[in-house]
């Protein structure tokens, strides 16, 4: 089984298994730094690093619940995996969560799965091959304005009195899942997506492959490429869009200095 079929298998089997785990009611505290967890998440990353594990042995682990191991540091090949993408939604009984797997090599990922068992929506991509929904090929949109375009991000930070030069009407929504909300501009459901805070390897791997290879524009807000398996595990910020929007975008953000 190659590493696609297979980390979509594992993707499929941990959907059930978090949506199982919902209906039967969650176990739900606090991690340190104050965001949520619950028992699913941690059933479901244990699911997925027996499984994968079993079947790749000499792959790396990083996980958003798994305690760090620097020997994956070492190894030739690694899973980046977020077990439960959009923790806040999945309590709350709403489907914009996903299980996020990436086989990342050599600081980039060669296969990604993001799979929303609630939408029945899975994405899917490898180095070589193309972006899909469900097995049909995706790609971003052809919208050309801000004005107007559909955007997923913070709509108080768009509104923000501080801008140079204030945004356009455009159509604001937001999504818990990170990876989600990649995944619908790779599909053109929305036109960009933008996050002005540093983003976890683990919220981005699997789905900045489904974006390349969609033909969206995937980097931070100054414009740089990212690399993963890094011993400090965090990309600085997002931008996400469409090829025409993309440069129009960088040049409203460019100019910030993130702490």
């Given at each position: 089984?190659?590493?696609?079929?297979l980390?979509?298998?594992?993707?499929?089997?941990?959907?059930?298994?978090?949506?199982?785990?919902r209906?039967?009611?969650?176990?739900?505290?606090?991690?340190e730094?104050?965001?949520?967890?619950?028992?699913?998440?941690?059933?479901?990353?244990?699911?997925?690093?027996?499984?994968?594990?079993?079947?790749?042995?000499?792959?790396?682990?990083?996980?958003?619940?798994?305690?760090?191991?620097?020997?994956?540091?070492?190894t030739?090949?690694?899973?980046?995996?977020?077990?439960?993408?959009?923790?806040?939604?999945?309590?709350?009984?709403?489907?914009?969560?996903?299980?996020?797997i990436?086989v990342?090599?050599?600081?980039?990922?060669?296969?990604?799965?993001?799979?929303?068992?609630?939408?029945?929506?899975?994405?899917?991509?490898?180095?070589?091959?193309?972006?899909?929904?469900?097995?049909?090929?995706?790609e971003?949109?052809?919208?050309?304005?801000?004005?107007?375009?559909?955007?997923?991000?913070?709509?108080?930070?768009?509104?923000?009195?501080?801008?140079?030069?204030?945004?356009?009407?455009?159509?604001?929504?937001?999504?818990?899942?990170?990876?989600?909300?990649?995944?619908?501009?790779?599909?053109?459901?929305?036109?960009?997506?933008?996050?002005?805070?540093?983003?976890?390897?683990?919220?981005?791997?699997?789905?900045?492959?489904?974006?390349?290879?969609?033909?969206?524009?995937?980097?931070?807000?100054?414009?740089?490429?990212f690399?993963?398996?890094?011993?400090?595990?965090?990309?600085p910020?997002?931008?996400?869009a469409?090829?025409?929007?993309?440069?129009?975008?960088?040049s409203r953000?460019?100019?910030?200095?993130?702490?």
């Amino acid at each position: 089984m190659n590493d696609l079929d297979l980390i979509l298998q594992a993707a499929r089997e941990a959907g059930e298994l978090a949506l199982a785990a919902r209906e039967g009611g969650l176990k739900i505290w606090s991690k340190e730094g104050g965001s949520p967890v619950t028992d699913a998440d941690l059933a479901v990353d244990t699911l997925l690093k027996t499984e994968l594990g079993a079947e790749r042995p000499g792959y790396g682990w990083l996980s958003e619940e798994t305690v760090d191991d620097p020997a994956r540091l070492t190894t030739t090949r690694q899973f980046v995996v977020d077990p439960i993408d959009g923790t806040a939604a999945f309590m709350k009984g709403k489907p914009w969560f996903a299980v996020s797997i990436a086989v990342v090599e050599n600081g980039q990922p060669v296969a990604g799965v993001v799979h929303a068992p609630a939408l029945n929506e899975t994405y899917a991509a490898t180095v070589d091959g193309p972006a899909t929904l469900n097995g049909v090929i995706i790609e971003p949109s052809a919208t050309q304005s801000l004005e107007g375009s559909a955007m997923l991000g913070d709509a108080k930070m768009f509104a923000h009195p501080a801008w140079r030069e204030p945004w356009p009407d455009m159509r604001i929504e937001s999504r818990n899942s990170i990876a989600y909300r990649m995944c619908l501009v790779a599909a053109g459901t929305f036109d960009a997506a933008i996050a002005l805070s540093p983003k976890s390897e683990w919220d981005v791997a699997a789905a900045d492959l489904i974006c390349r290879r969609a033909g969206a524009w995937l980097s931070d807000h100054k414009g740089r490429d990212f690399a993963y398996n890094r011993p400090v595990p965090l990309v600085p910020s997002l931008v996400c869009a469409n090829r025409a929007l993309a440069p129009l975008i960088l040049s409203r953000v460019g100019h910030i200095e993130l702490p």
